[in-house]
């Protein structure tokens, strides 16, 4: 039997609410694009910014990334694509963290989305969709913001 001493119990519990202040983010490319590059510079200003980042590689199917997403207590999903199936693609993540009662969870899209595109996959839930040349330093911002969404 173990026994716990009260300070050491109030010591741990005191780390993981201060490890919970640091947001998580999955960062994944979605479907059979394999150009990772924006997506790694991403993450790396992500991390650079404090957050912890979990970058799933190329290839993902929206099932990986959700359970990834629910294994890591994630609190955004950034999905990166360049391919062009973002409209098949993106709502099935949706749906999968719908199904698995996650959809607190915030998604975020990069990549070449068209405009139109862009605002029907708000429309479906996506937090937020930023284009090719959107600046990292508002990437890092809205992310932030995002985040702070998810905790209230």
């Given at each position: 039997m173990i026994l716990y001493s009260e300070e050491l119990i109030g010591s741990e519990e005191s780390s993981l609410r201060e490890y919970r202040k640091i947001p998580k983010i999955i960062v994944a490319k979605l479907g059979l694009d394999g150009h990772d590059r924006g997506a790694k510079v991403v993450a790396r200003a992500l991390r650079d910014a404090g957050f912890e980042v979990v970058y799933t590689g190329i290839r993902q199917t929206p099932e990986m990334i959700v359970n990834t997403a629910l294994q890591e207590d994630a609190d955004v999903i950034g999905i990166s694509m360049?391919?062009?199936?973002?409209?098949?693609?993106?709502?099935?993540?949706?749906?999968?963290?719908?199904?698995?009662?996650?959809?607190?969870?915030?998604?975020?899209?990069?990549?070449?989305?068209?405009?139109?595109?862009?605002?029907?996959?708000?429309e479906m839930g996506v937090a937020e969709v930023f284009p090719p040349d959107t600046p990292l330093s508002y990437i890092v911002k809205r992310i932030k913001e995002l985040v702070e969404e998810r905790r209230k």
């Open positions: 360049l391919s062009g199936s973002h409209m098949t693609l993106v709502p099935m993540v949706l749906k999968l963290l719908k199904d698995n009662g996650a959809e607190d969870i915030k998604v975020v899209v990069g990549g070449t989305i068209p405009p139109d595109d862009a605002e029907k996959l708000k």
